[in-house]
């Protein structure tokens, strides 16, 4: 049975701060960020915006009622949670309006997750062929101001439908994992930002790729020669195309990079949104990449710090291009552009509860918004 991506859809907040105004707001060469690390903005989440009303944005972009029917299970990815018992899965059933009868599920290890709910939701649909899966990920990155990463951090959510015969990418059997226990990136309970050995999650992503990656070969018997194209986890651009150059070389190189950079389009004006990040970039390359075609395939890396990684292929299938939105490079272009001084003060605007565990009502116009906090609940509005 062919098992795979049937819809694919993001949404990313409204507002957006240009990297250059932040390298000139923190003394910084603006090209440290365009060309040392590849990116050039970030999204910005106001404080009515979460994982929950970002995933369920970017979910409704893309179901019908016909599919909130099928749907029988609702998996979200992140490390961005709201709350350390619900599941923000749940929240986003209700206000999706999906049918009752549904397992919904929250995963967390860092940027990996959402990869595992998309394993899952593949071997759901395998064990019920017309069971339809949401997998959704979603994750609000933030490193703090003036900190080492900060010029990485981002926001938004993709959404997958997974089903048997997709219209979009038939995902492969041929998934190798590595876990290792290691800290290169983590955030205790108490912390409000993740701890970050920078130099050294560079080295564990890529020590990750390359000793995966042969064990890959190993398994499979495949080579690049056999991709058209590969998504890797996308924390800033520029690792991503570390990573290629650490396993290809002469024409998979020259090949895969050109497809890379179409693959990053989305990433370098987003900015890291952890577990959807490599979804992000496979959403860009179908997007903005004119050389892919039906049957390619195409590679994946997806790594979470902590660390967990997995490589995993998928074939486009016949027609793919119809299931996409041309127009989403001229939506994200058309976001609301911040100044520093804004940036700070919305980013990292904290909603300031009572001793009932109240918080004044929020006004926030996107379909999904974060309304108030009730006697300690949050309340969420549709728009
Ligand atoms: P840094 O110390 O600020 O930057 O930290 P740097 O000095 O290493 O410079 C970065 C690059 O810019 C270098 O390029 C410089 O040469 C270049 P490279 O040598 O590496 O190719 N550069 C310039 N280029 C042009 N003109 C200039 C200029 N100046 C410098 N004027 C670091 C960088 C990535 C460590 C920091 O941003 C950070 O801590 N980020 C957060 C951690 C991270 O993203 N790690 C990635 C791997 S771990 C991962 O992917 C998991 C993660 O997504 C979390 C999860 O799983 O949940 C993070």
Known sequence: MNIGIDKIGFVAPSYVLDLADLAAARNIDPNKFKIGLLQSQMAVAPV?????TLGAQAAQAILTDQDKQAIDMVIVGTESSVDQSKAAAVSIHGLLGIQPFVRSIEIKEACYGATAGLSLAKSHVAQFPTSKVLVIASDIAKYGIASGGE??????AIAML??????IMVLNNDNICQTRDIMDFWRPNYDKYPRVDGKYSTEQYTDCLTTTFARYQEKTGKSLADFAAMCLHIPFSKQGLKGLQAIAQGSDLERLTERFHEAIVYNQIVGNIYTGSIFLSLLSLLENSQAIQA???????????????????????EGFRDQLDSQRLEKLEARTRLTVDQYESIFFEELQVDDQGNAAELTDTAPFALHKIEDHKRIYRKG
């Open 48 to 52: 009515s915006q979460d994982i929950v």
């Open 162 to 167: 997974v089903s048997a015969d997709p219209r």
């Open 295 to 317: 049957d390619d395939q195409v590679l994946f890396y997806s790594y979470g710090s902590g660390a967990v990684c997995e490589i995993f292929s998928g074939r486009l299938v």
């Open 151 to 156: 010029s990485t951090q981002g926001a938004g």
